[in-house]
DNA sequence: AGAAAATGCGACTGCATAGTCATAATTGAC
DNA sequence: GTCAATTATGACTATGCAGTCGCATTTTCT
């Protein structure tokens, strides 16, 4: 009689596909890392979660669809790793320290969602044509990082050098862990070159720019 | 009667078939930095290459084949603008300078070469399993970038900052070049931005490694 | 309980493509 | 010119995979 649905509780469902949802972009999330982007197949995927190779169509267009959600997903991750931008502007070195550590923490607990972002990057990079709708969540990366450097620089109006900065960021931690891994190094080993080069960056842009350290 | 064959030249049919040779070569450079490396077929090289299918098996085993052998000429590429190994050995400052005018001509004169390098670079780093003898020519790099570096350091003998050394360059390049093209920006301002990373890169690593600059 | 809606399923169709092979064309030797 | 060796060809086969669709299962509503 009174057991009237609970409005905040979504039904049993909708609660399923988005169970299977979430095993559907898990699965993606691995195979993209096995066996490369381009080389899987969906049936891979739906075989990895475990699911029917029609569910996969229930739940996305297709695998560039599926891609371009996690990639809006690595990207949200790393911009929440991130100080928030109303948060109070430290020095040049503490805004800098905290960028690189989002980065790094990304990669230290979610290596799968960084490696299938720098992925994706690269492809962007190298034909962005060919794969309509991928660029977006890399411009929301580099957005928010020149969001947050923009306070800490000697001039915040200064637009062009706070998105040169935030490129330069983005490039040293991105090639860094892509040189890094193709050379085959350790994860550990990466994550201590990422610090070199956070002092270097340091040290360097600073006295380019003559901020106050 | 005495027109013995010239032992210098090779036969035409030897010359043809390197001619064919460097066209699929051409050819499959042209179309991975189009439809991408895994996302284009063989016919697409062989019609690209205006040769029948077949002709593309006799010079190459398979795909792969084919872009190892494109990933060793860029790395050769590469190193040939290098300075030699047995240059005088100038200034920290030069010695960085000349590199990073290694990469930076590469990418002006032969930028297809360079993105299918960082195409490939990609594709180790993120899983190398899946994608055997594709390695070497990037170790081969780093190696080159090392012992051009050995010299202008304070400390020849130390191997392991030599090679971080050479590391934070490569990264430093194939990230911005890789970051720059994935939020669009123009090859020129991605040399641009290659300069300012120079520079920051020489201030803040002089400093941390006591180099006399 | 019974009807309707939402979700999941996997056999099936059609197409794309890897790799082969018998044949043709070109070249080199004599 | 003739024969042998090298190189090129593209029709063909066999496989793999994208995307569909009718049906099964589960949930929701009344």
């Given amino acids: 009689m009174d057991d009237e649905p609970d409005p905040r509780i979504e039904g049993r469902a909708s ?3 988005t169970k299977t949802r979430q095993r559907l972009l898990d699965a993606a999330l691995y195979i993209f890392n096995t066996k490369g982007i381009e080389g899987c ?16 169509y229930r739940h996305f267009m297709d695998k560039l669809d599926i891609l371009r959600t996690l990639l809006d997903l690595a990207a949200d991750d790393l911009i929440l790793r991130m100080p928030p931008t109303d948060a109070p502007a430290l020095s040049f070195e503490d805004r800098i320290t905290q960028l690189f550590n989002a980065h790094a923490t990304l990669l230290a607990e979610r290596a799968d969602l960084f490696l299938v972002f720098l992925q994706g990057q690269t492809m962007v990079a190298t034909r962005s044509s060919s794969i309509p709708g991928l660029q977006p969540p890399f411009a929301r990366y580099i957005t928010a990082l020149e969001s947050r450097l923009k306070p800490v620089l000697p001039d915040p109006a200064d637009v062009a ?3 040169q900065l935030a490129v330069a960021i983005g490039a040293i931690i991105c090639g860094n862990i892509t040189v890094g891994m193709s050379i085959l190094s350790s994860k550990h080993d990466v994550i201590n070159n990422l610090d070199l080069a956070r002092q270097s960056l340091l040290v360097g842009t600073s006295q380019r720019l003559r901020c106050t350290v």
Wanted: proline letters at 0%; zero cysteines.
């Fill in 41 to 56: 197949a969906i049936e891979d995927i739906t075989e990895s979660a475990d699911v029917g190779k029609g569910t996969f």
């Fill in 15 to 17: 609660r399923r596909a």
């Fill in 161 to 163: 050098g706070a998105r």
